[in-house]
């Protein structure tokens, strides 16, 4: 079975460029998560989508961060302009409530931006 | 407001058990999960706690007590491999909130 798929791993872009994260998730799963993680702030829950449609997005700091999910097996995180303090590594994750695996939120491998 | 704490580094010797702490306030509570994440890769799912008690997995058990708003995660028979940060985690209604991880080093 494959995991959630994230691409690119690894981003460097300059100040004010638009950046664009992608993710599969896992066949079946209903419930997808963008996080962000740093070493100052963690890890971050930026949004979360149920079945395509935006649950969450409390968490995503500010305009220039924008999700889509335009089908159950793909979904993007942009980011325009892109700012230094951007620089982090973002991980997709993806989970079912149903059956025993309910809940638990399996998680891609990241993709790592660094923002000059 | 929501609050998860746990220390942020702890030290063990190889083959020796070690429990690693973790309390919450959060506004709601569906469950307690803990994660392992080496470093350079994704958390990994290790356990699930909704109700009070222990939950055990092999080498890995975590407890639960709702009442006091605290966990831990037991890790006994300690090996080189499972140096790693291991975070707590509460999820509200769907989502997941993070603590910020304790990260453990384990010397031979």
Request: net charge negative; with cysteine; hydrophobic share 35%.
């Amino acid at each position: 079975d494959a995991g959630v798929i994230q691409s690119p791993r690894h981003e460097v872009t300059e100040m004010g460029q638009e950046v664009t994260l992608r993710c599969k998730p896992i066949s079946g799963h209903d419930y997808l998560f963008w996080y962000r993680q740093t070493m100052m702030r963690g890890l971050e829950l930026l949004i979360y989508f149920n079945n395509n449609v935006p649950i969450d997005d409390s968490g995503m700091p500010e305009d220039r961060f924008s999700a889509k999910m335009p089908n159950a097996s793909f979904s993007t995180l942009k980011i325009q302009p892109s700012e230094p303090r951007d620089s982090a590594v973002y991980f997709c994750a993806s989970s079912t409530n149903g059956g025993a695996q309910a809940y638990e939120q399996y998680f891609g491998p990241g993709t790592r931006l660094t923002v000059t | 407001g929501q609050n998860i704490d746990q220390p942020t580094e702890m030290t063990a010797t190889e083959g020796a058990i070690v429990q690693i702490n973790c309390t919450y306030q959060t506004s709601g509570f569906n469950g307690l999960f803990w994660y392992q994440q080496h470093a350079g890769e994704a958390p990994t799912f290790l356990s699930y706690n909704v109700l009070d008690g222990l939950e055990e997995k092999g080498r890995f058990s975590s407890f639960l007590s709702r009442s006091k708003g605290y966990s831990y995660l037991l890790l006994k028979e300690l090996q080189m491999k499972d140096s790693a940060s291991y975070l707590c985690a509460v999820r509200g209604y769907n989502k997941l909130i993070f603590g910020a991880g304790t990260r453990l080093a384990v010397h031979p």
